[in-house]
């Protein structure tokens, strides 16, 4: 086919004479990145380095797939695994992906959000009125002492009157039938983040988080507990919202 009067294999004909192809184990260079003669784990079977990512699939290299994008959400990882529950990452279809294949942790087995076994357990219930934000009448109260629907350091659930849930920014002074307004500095958890800690900062003096004391907050789809503990001070009190 070719006769260059050399024994280069790199150039535009081979020892053999023959013209150089993809495949024939030999590195045309300028052309091709590399030649293994044949798809190996460094080099993909048209020559080209591989490279996960690259849009060819290298069994060779252990990809099960490449779609040509370091994206972990669709069907292809960045690692060139076909996305599955279990990978840790969350794929159309699935509401969660906890990186394992357990239950009960607040992702299923199956990646569908579990609720926290906290949600069922006994809790208390603030219910009047008196708690929510927009009341800005009295009496006055203090959740350090057996006082209406404060029943002491618990889980407790805002409902009816009360609320559904705490305020995430400070309500007003003298509202919710105390002085210090007690609301949730930061956002309440999603479902799949179990038992989550948070701070409840009281409002006083012009100071938004005047007092504060940590707190346990549990997404129970639909409604929220908060294991909460005596006020640090009176009268302070946990406001309710919505």
Partial sequence: ECDDANADNTDDCTELCLQPTCGDGYTWAGNEECDDAGESAACDADCTAAACGDGLVNAAAGEACDDGNDVNEDACTAACQAAACGDGFVQAGEECDDANMADGDGCSASCTSELNAQCMQPYNSFNLALRHVNNANGPV??????????????????????????????????????HATGWLNGAHPAVNEGVAARTVCFHWNGNQCYWS?????????????YSLPVPPACSLRYCGEG
């Fill in 213 to 225: 004391a940590p707190i346990q907050v549990v997404n129970c789809d639909g409604f929220y507990l």
């Fill in 141 to 178: 109260g203090c959740d350090s002492a057996a006082n209406n629907d404060w029943l002491g350091a618990g889980w407790y659930r805002f409902t009816g009157g009360a609320g559904a849930k705490m305020p995430e920014s400070p309500p007003a002074t003298y509202r919710c039938g105390t």
